[in-house]
């Protein structure tokens, strides 16, 4: 029994340890032979074909659990916009028998993209075609993983993407996830050409670093073809309201950008916030808002970004302000404190680049009534007029009002034919005579918002 026993081992180790012995030498080849010798090869090659300087620390051949060459800490570009910390290229290994060359997977970990390397993918030179006119090696799918990507416009949470290529590497399918899980976006292909495209957020945040919105959800379902994603149908919920709207982007030539977005109760107060802005104004906004963009990159688009909107805030008021101690103005400024509850507050807002105008203002509430147009321009400076109306026991008294100052801190004085028909009117009748000179004065230059 002991002797059957040792027979039977002695069977089964002798193989076992073949096996084994060729698995460690197999996880050995990397470290034995690391192909450092082909670097430089590499390197030239690769910035031939890229047209930018490119270096890789280290190059090594994995035989598991395919083979493939695995490339480290590789950067591309002057001043190396675009690192890569592992790279590794998965041949299809009957292709390399045949006329046909495929590579099966370029996996890509540890991505970090920079502003510059977009100008980078502009100007790589084209592939040389063969004559059916696809490139001379097909690559079928591409990975990245743990991406990160951040231009002076954009901050984009890191993400994984994963493609599958045409025989002409255009994405043929595709997803991506952040890495928060809070974006993801699937693309498949549509049986008359392009792609079909559905987005899918939860509590996911805009990557744009002007406008920092975070929707509670956001949905939409729309297409990709030849250069131009088109989303017909978006439906999101954030700050307590909802988003009904379209988004059209095309990269053809130009970058050109349109839609619209119809929001109906949103709260103020923390979207002012999220955006860096003083919360100076409260209540729920409803709007029609219509968007575009032209601009040469993609960089651009914000900058050159023109929305308008007829827009209404209900149930809020203009904290820091006082509105109804206009009646104290005629010799001085309206000084900051208090707030002026609203109603309703109307008008429509216009966007050119970072300066906003508000025009055909109206605010209604039981004891006053203001309207005007103001502006914010790009650096918080604000500017405007307004008619304003109170209730006072005996009647209406109306003042109009030059705005300044900032959005944080503003300034609000009599306009300057106020300011002369308030002179008059003290001079024929002090206090009463003050503010109905004002009155009289303002209505030379001031038009109301309010019919």
């Not at 950008?257 to 107060?269: K, N, P, Q, T």
Request: proline residues 6%; aromatic residues 6%; glycine residues 12%.
């Amino acid at each position: 029994m002991i002797e059957f026993s040792r027979i039977t081992r002695s069977r089964w180790f002798r193989p076992a340890a073949i096996v084994g012995g060729l698995l460690v030498a197999a996880l050995m080849v990397p470290f034995i032979l690391p192909l450092r010798g082909y670097i430089p090869e590499v390197i030239a090659t690769a910035s031939l074909r890229i047209g930018q300087p490119v270096n890789v620390a280290d190059m090594r051949l994995k035989i598991l659990p395919t083979p493939r060459v695995a490339l480290y800490g590789i950067e591309v570009g002057k001043g190396a916009p675009l690192q890569i910390d592992e790279l590794q290229v998965v041949p299809a290994l009957f292709s390399l028998l045949g006329e046909h060359k495929a590579i099966r997977l370029v996996r890509a970990h540890g991505v970090r993209i920079r502003e510059p390397a977009l100008a980078i993918v502009g100007k790589l030179p084209k592939s040389k075609k063969t004559q059916e006119g696809a490139p001379p090696v097909r690559i079928e799918s591409l990975e990245l993983r743990d991406v990160s990507f951040q231009t002076r416009a954009m901050k984009v949470p890191d993400f994984d993407l994963w493609v599958d290529l045409t025989d002409r590497y255009a994405p043929k399918s595709a997803r991506f996830r952040t890495g928060d899980r809070a974006l993801e976006v699937a693309l498949d292909p549509l049986a008359q050409g392009g792609a079909r495209v559905v987005l899918d957020a939860r509590n996911w945040k805009l990557p744009f670093r002007s406008a920092p919105l975070t929707f509670e959800s956001l949905v939409a379902n729309g297409t990709l073809n030849d250069g131009v994603l088109d989303f017909p149908e978006l439906k999101g919920t954030l700050y307590g309201g909802t988003l009904i709207g379209t988004f059209r982007l095309d990269w053809l030539r130009n970058w050109r950008l349109e839609g619209r977005a119809d929001i109906a109760r949103i709260d103020l107060s923390p979207m002012l916030r999220d955006l860096g802005k003083p919360g100076k104004l409260s209540g729920r906004l409803n709007a029609k808002a219509v968007f575009s963009s032209h601009a040469g990159t993609a960089g651009q688009l914000g900058e050159a970004l023109a929305l308008d909107a007829p827009a209404e805030v209900t149930g809020g008021a203009w904290h820091g302000v006082d509105l109804s101690r206009v009646v104290e103005l005629p010799f001085g400024k309206l000084a900051a404190g208090g707030k002026t509850p609203f109603e309703e507050l109307r008008g429509t807002v216009s966007l050119r680049g970072k300066t906003l105008r508000v025009d055909e203002i109206c605010a209604r509430s039981p004891t006053l009534v203001a309207g005007g147009n103001a502006e914010v321009a790009p650096d918080n400076a604000l500017s405007g007029e307004l008619d304003v109306s109170v209730a006072k026991t005996g009647g209406i008294v109306g003042v109009p009002v030059a705005l300044g100052g900032t959005v944080s801190e503003p300034s609000i004085g009599l306009t300057r034919a106020a300011t002369i028909g308030a002179v008059l009117g003290t001079l024929v009748l002090p206090g009463v005579g003050t503010t109905l000179g004002a009155t009289a004065g303002g209505k030379l230059a001031t038009k109301s918002g309010c019919k």
